[in-house]
């Protein structure tokens, strides 16, 4: 089965349609021929743009001269309100002492301390899920919150704090517009910017919530009863240079991102990869088989290659983040055009997987394609699920051992098949189905327990 992709839009008109459109939905809102273009420039009264399909530029942007094209100042005018100063909206010197604490966190050795807390998560999940037709985003999302917050805080999401803050993030998903049409306008610094007051309150929920959670933690810390998590790791660790640690305001910046990163986007990712496998049974069958063989250990992971198959395509038909935005520090010259300063430059991963000059059979749900060589090589020229470079995700491997550990579970539970309606994809906070994703699921009567 071909997986859904929402309509394209075959209309120029001026910035209301344009803002109008985005609204309702970002992605049908864009034409097709951009499936198809190298590069793409928007221009209006309000706004400069440029659509960079072109690898050569990808590659230019983020990993040859990254300095030059600093994360885009509009970003941070939509999520102001819920991530402050977090690593993911900064810039030059507070971008890279951010980094320097972050990083190490997730190293390797790392991320198989936190394994049992991935996989507790994801054993709870399944026995969560009901025999029934279900919407199965909130499943996920309620799994994915689950396995952040025993990663990050040794809580499970039945704790009090973290049952409080998976619903506010719930009302704040809701709440916060696809597109913030303040961010579009070219105003000056000291004129306010508008949110709407249901997405400050959420925010301020959330950020108040975490507030409490860092506090506790940095009490725990001074009194030497913090458990070894990664909330610990990363409040404890100094700046190499500096020698400065984050302070409980930075902490909570930084925590309100993590959530956000490691809890929506991996709930998206997992989601589509659930409707892609109830919509494919073969390959559904494969995980299921290849599942049936876990013990319950980190290395079981690494011999999941049919479910690690299906995640990473599930990434790329359905990038969790399907747009990126950056800014021009200078002048340029892309492709025999003049990309001026301040100019926003707009990588697009939901363009990018699905390039009809980059992929073969861009549309079509194709795992092994992950074996050939000429799937490895539109991967290395074409597939940023993560981003690249410097500011690659640093939890990008924590969310492939999460994902695929999650897939296999669930597969070898239930079966899964495909609801009434097939999903359209729309572009929220993260990548979601405008009316959910339903898919039934049945337990496997032979399934392991």
Not at 198 to 211: H, M, V, W
């Amino acid at each position: 089965m071909i997986p859904p992709k929402p309509p394209t839009s075959s209309a120029r008109g001026g910035i209301l349609r344009m803002a109008r459109g985005f609204r309702r939905d970002l992605l049908s809102a864009l034409p097709a021929h951009l499936f198809r273009a190298w590069m793409a420039e928007f221009r209006n009264p309000l706004i400069h743009s440029f659509l960079c399909n072109d690898p050569a530029l990808v590659r230019l942007i983020l990993q040859d001269r990254p300095a030059d094209f600093p994360k885009s100042n509009r970003l941070r005018e939509g999520l102001a309100p819920l991530l402050g100063r977090s690593v993911f909206v900064t810039n030059g010197e507070e971008w890279q002492f951010q980094r320097r604490i972050i990083d190490p966190a997730f190293e390797g050795g790392r991320l198989h301390e936190a394994f049992p807390a991935i996989l507790a998560a994801a054993r709870s999940a399944v026995e969560r899920l009901p025999e029934a037709e279900i919407d199965i985003e909130p499943e996920t999302s309620h799994a994915a919150a689950d396995a952040i917050f025993r990663t990050l805080f040794s809580l499970p999401i039945e704790h009090d704090i973290a049952t409080r803050v998976f619903a506010a993030f719930r009302a704040h998903q809701d709440a916060q517009p696809i597109v913030n049409l303040a961010a579009l306008l070219p105003l000056p610094s000291w004129v306010p910017r508008w949110h709407s007051r249901r997405t400050r309150d959420t925010a301020a929920e959330i950020r108040g919530l975490i507030r409490q959670l860092v506090t506790d933690r940095m009490a725990a810390i001074h009194a030497g009863t913090a458990p070894d998590d990664l909330a610990t790791k990363i409040m404890t660790t100094p700046d190499p240079q500096t020698g400065r640690r984050f302070t409980a305001p930075e902490m909570v910046d930084q925590v309100a991102i993590f959530f956000l990163a490691g809890h929506e986007t991996s709930a998206s990712a997992l989601a589509w990869a659930l409707w892609l496998l109830a919509a494919n049974p073969d390959w559904q069958d494969r995980v299921a088989a290849e599942a049936t063989a876990m013990t319950g250990e980190m290395s079981d992971v690494s011999a999941l290659k049919s479910t690690r198959a299906v995640f990473r395509e599930a990434l790329r038909l359905y990038p969790p983040v399907p747009m990126m935005v950056r800014e021009a520090a200078g002048p340029e010259h892309f492709r025999n055009r003049d990309v001026p300063r301040g100019a926003q430059l707009i990588l697009s991963p939901w363009h990018l997987h699905r390039h009809e000059r980059l992929w073969d059979r861009p549309d079509d749900f194709d795992p092994a394609r992950w074996d050939s060589d000429q799937g490895r090589a539109s991967a290395r020229a074409a597939f940023i699920p993560f981003s690249a470079g410097q500011r690659v995700c640093p939890g990008a491997g924590f969310a492939m051992i999460e994902g695929v550990l999650m897939l296999a579970l669930i597969t070898r539970a239930f079966r899964l098949s495909p609801g009434r309606l097939p999903p359209v994809p729309v572009a929220r906070l993260t990548l979601r189905g405008r009316d959910g994703i339903l898919i039934r699921l049945k337990r496997r009567k032979d399934a392991p327990s």
